[in-house]
């Protein structure tokens, strides 16, 4: 398995293709090309919406193991604005309703610009810590 990657990415209209490259990178010998797809569309939506709604510096990190794909995406930002936006018609806007319909998980650090997504690998998950059925309920 390759290492982790941590990169700093420009914040201009490159940082999505720049951030799908590195992540099939990381990922060309691991996964395959469905769950890489589905890596890169997600990896592109937070990109996008870093250089769009973000500030300052823009990292990505990620790393693979045997189980899944965890990928970051950092910005300077103060955090997530939670106000009701008005629309301009235009198309667009769809980039966290499709992590969430892609990744296995996903989520943010509270406080933070800070928006990770995981993609399970697929597979069989060996032992009592994979399988939260198997806990002793006496």
């Given at each position: 398995?390759?290492?982790?990657?941590?990169?700093?990415?420009?914040?201009?209209?490159?940082?999505?293709?720049?951030?799908?490259?590195?992540?099939?990178?990381?990922?060309?010998?691991?996964?395959?090309?469905?769950?890489?797809?589905?890596?890169?569309?997600?990896?592109?939506?937070?990109?996008?919406?870093?250089?769009?709604?973000?500030?300052?510096?823009?990292?990505?990190?990620?790393?693979?193991?045997?189980?899944?794909?965890?990928v970051?995406?950092?910005?300077?930002?103060?955090?997530?604005e939670?106000?009701?936006?008005?629309?301009?018609?235009?198309?667009?806007?769809?980039?966290?309703?499709?992590?969430?319909?892609?990744?296995?998980?996903?989520?943010?650090?509270?406080?933070?610009?800070?928006v990770?997504?995981?993609?399970?690998?697929?597979?069989?998950?060996?032992?009592?810590?994979?399988?939260?059925?198997?806990?002793?309920?006496?």
């Amino acid at each position: 398995m390759n290492g982790p990657i941590e990169v700093e990415l420009p914040r201009d209209a490159s940082a999505a293709a720049r951030a799908r490259d590195h992540v099939a990178g990381l990922l060309a010998a691991e996964f395959s090309d469905p769950e890489l797809d589905r890596a890169r569309l997600l990896v592109s939506e937070l990109a996008t919406n870093a250089v769009r709604h973000g500030q300052g510096m823009i990292t990505l990190r990620a790393r693979i193991d045997r189980d899944r794909l965890l990928v970051e995406v950092i910005d300077e930002g103060s955090g997530f604005e939670r106000a009701i936006r008005r629309t301009d018609r235009h198309l667009g806007g769809w980039g966290l309703t499709v992590v969430d319909a892609e990744a296995s998980r996903w989520g943010v650090h509270e406080g933070t610009t800070h928006v990770w997504f995981e993609i399970e690998r697929a597979g069989p998950r060996i032992g009592p810590d994979k399988n939260p059925l198997t806990t002793d309920l006496a």
